[in-house]
């Protein structure tokens, strides 16, 4: 998971001397800075997320509070499954693309 922490670490600019969090640690780091994010550069927070293809609709549902979960929390494990997702798809897809001639 060590691209996937770089990933989240960068983008969330969060202060971790150690790339290789485990994954409640990376949860917990992010949840805080989600946290106060909410609270001071929710744009930037909206920015990130959409650029790191969180989907909008997962996005509502945790902030409309139906999830069951903390704003920040709910909101730190959809980046980090997407950020699985991610990984997944390109380990699973690392072939090149075939293309058909017509």
Do not use: C, W
Not at 3 to 18: A, C, R, V
Not at 52 to 64: C, F
Not at 87 to 94: E, F, I, L, P, S
């Amino acid at each position: 998971m060590p691209n996937m922490n770089y990933t989240i670490i960068n983008n969330f600019q969060l202060e971790s001397p150690d790339a290789e969090l485990d994954e409640s640690t990376l949860h917990e780091a992010l949840s805080i800075r989600i946290a106060d994010m909410l609270e001071y550069e929710i744009d930037l927070l909206f920015s990130t997320l959409y650029r790191l293809d969180v989907l909008e609709y997962k996005i509502k549902h945790v902030l409309a509070g139906t999830s069951g979960e903390d704003i920040a929390s709910g909101l730190a494990r959809l980046v980090i499954e997407r950020q699985k997702e991610k990984n997944a798809t390109k380990k699973n897809d690392g072939s090149p693309p075939v293309f058909v001639d017509f």
